[in-house]
């Protein structure tokens, strides 16, 4: 989860925040967290091209997207040949 502080910096708590800190620990490597410009997940625009997380992961601006969503059949071909870390929904 994403809360801003009174100060204005952000931090991240939650499930995917402790399991990438774990790997990040065991497999030694550090990673950056970056929001997409637009706030989205990823979607089709009206001209074909992607929005949100899904449109940073094609243009190569990251390597890997994490996040809690539901990835229907249109993300999951796209994103089955990219690195592609999702965390599971939890109910």
Do not use: H
């Not at 402790?18 to 979607?43: C, H, M, Q």
Request: proline share 3%; hydrophobic share 35%; glycine share 10%.
């Amino acid at each position: 989860m994403k809360t801003k502080q009174d100060s204005g910096t952000i931090t991240n708590e939650g499930y995917c925040i402790d399991l990438l800190n774990e790997l990040a620990r065991v497999l030694k490597f550090t990673y950056e967290i970056y929001y997409s410009p637009d706030g989205l997940f990823g979607g089709v625009n009206e001209n074909g091209t992607w929005n949100g997380m899904i449109s940073e992961l094609v243009s190569k601006v990251c390597s890997t997207v994490g996040c809690s969503c539901y990835l229907p059949g249109s993300r999951e071909v796209l994103v089955e040949r990219a690195c592609f870390l999702i965390c599971p929904l939890l109910y």
